[in-house]
């Protein structure tokens, strides 16, 4: 197990993002749960502790902004690692307790910081919530590529019409869910005083409805073989909750219809969090958490296989019925003279020579990730500072915009990825 050393390494740094959620979820939640406040004595140090800097939204924004500042600091300290030789590749797979203890004083010193200072953070915090939510697309894309292409395999190995129903499957009901959706929205989210609502439903359905028909488009099929409807079934299905995401944060509860009691942002928050939950599992036990992924590095998620010269030479000999060794073959021949225990060494460290994702990337995510779930778990409201009353806190139509942007851009890298293999055919030319 020693060659899933990166990866285990990823599941703590998970599990810490998990209980630090659960934390911020619990104090956003204590004014609710403690109305009485009799809860609140039998609770060291929260008794004595001002309402308005442990629980509810200034709570929420302390705990995420401790782990943001965490998250940042690694990956500034981090940067340019490309191997675990690097002596400083040691922070990111160990320390453990040491950086456990780091994030607490973080933590800690947050409760310190003055509400003002939370009034600019809060506007950091709901664009990176903004970059977050394309990440989370990049992964959904990737997963869903992953997932046809397993599927499909499968298919043409066994012939069996069960994977390809179950491929067609879960196509139609992704779609059927968004249709159902948009459906729903149109009568319950719009009406004389609700136009802008209508413009953001009707916006979103066409432009699904355009890289739905680009995905099957035989040119684009022939360059890039993987894209399919299962992938815009994805797409289509995340943009729509984007698009009733963003109604959902709107600050009159005019346009909300049967959600204007407030059960539509417990709704939001609920999936938000799933699928902030998903994409950080998915993260972790894959390498889509890589820069590669997301700067169109990744030339296997392309349908295309870069090799090295060794590698190419290797495959022509074998064409040509002569016998050579590949790349990897002459390691092993060169490994096999080494030292048992330096071989011992080696497998326990599948990062000897390559690190497996990029440190820096990989923190600068998961920094974002604890700005998504401030908004999240604080109904994307905003802190700003008034004249009369001081610091306050409320919606506003920036966080439904932040969302609407996200969910067109999230449409437009999926449109680039389908037409890259068209307009740039030699794109990774300069690898070969």
Not at 302 to 330: I, L, R
Request: net charge negative; proline share 4%.
């Amino acid at each position: 197990m020693g060659h899933h050393k990166s990866i285990m390494t990823r599941v703590v740094y998970a599990f810490q993002l998990m209980v630090w959620a659960i934390l911020a979820w619990i104090l956003s939640n204590l004014p609710t749960w403690t109305k009485d406040n009799w809860l609140l004595a039998h609770i060291p140090g929260l008794s004595s502790c001002p309402a308005e800097i442990c629980y509810g939204t200034m709570a929420v924004y302390r705990i995420t902004f401790a782990l943001a500042v965490f998250h940042l600091l690694m990956a500034a300290v981090l940067l340019g690692v490309k191997s675990s030789r690097d002596c400083r590749s040691t922070l990111q797979d160990g320390w453990w307790f040491f950086k456990l203890l780091f994030v607490v004083l973080i933590t800690v010193a947050a409760f310190f910081i003055p509400n003002a200072f939370f009034v600019p953070y809060g506007w950091v915090a709901l664009f990176g919530a903004g970059l977050f939510i394309l990440i989370q697309l990049v992964l959904l894309v990737d997963f869903a590529h992953s997932w046809n292409e397993r599927w499909v395999g499968n298919y043409d190995e066994t012939q069996s019409r069960v994977w390809a129903g179950l491929l067609l499957g879960s196509t139609l009901t992704m779609y059927l869910i968004s249709i159902v959706g948009t459906i729903l929205m149109y009568v319950f989210l719009t009406g004389p005083e609700c136009g802008t609502n209508t413009m953001f439903i009707t916006i979103n359905l066409i432009l699904c409805f355009v890289f739905t028909i680009f995905s099957i488009h035989p040119r684009l099929q022939d360059k890039n073989p993987k894209a399919g409807l299962l992938q815009s079934a994805v797409v289509t299905l995340y943009a729509t909750y984007l698009v009733w995401s963003a109604i959902m944060s709107e600050p009159s509860d005019t346009c909300k219809g049967p959600f204007a009691s407030g059960s539509g942002n417990g709704i939001s928050t609920f999936l938000g969090v799933a699928i902030t939950i998903i994409a950080v599992i998915y993260s972790t036990i894959t390498a889509a958490g890589s820069s590669n992924s997301f700067v169109g590095g990744d030339e296997e998620a392309q349908g295309q296989e870069v090799k090295s010269p060794a590698d190419a030479e290797a495959t022509e000999g074998a064409e040509a019925g002569t016998p050579s060794t590949s790349t990897s073959e002459k390691s092993k021949l060169i490994n096999s003279s080494a030292a048992p225990e330096d071989l011992d060494d080696e497998d326990a460290d599948d990062e000897a020579n390559k690190t497996s994702y990029s440190y820096s990337f990989f923190h600068l995510t998961y920094a974002m990730a604890a700005m998504y779930l401030a908004m999240l778990f604080t109904n994307w409201k905003t802190v700003h500072d008034d004249p009369t009353v001081g610091i306050k806190v409320d919606a506003g139509l920036v966080s439904v915009w932040v969302k609407i942007v996200s969910a067109w851009l999230t449409i437009l890298i999926y449109v680039w990825s389908l037409l890259a293999p068209v307009l740039l055919p030699d794109r990774f030319a300069h690898l070969l």
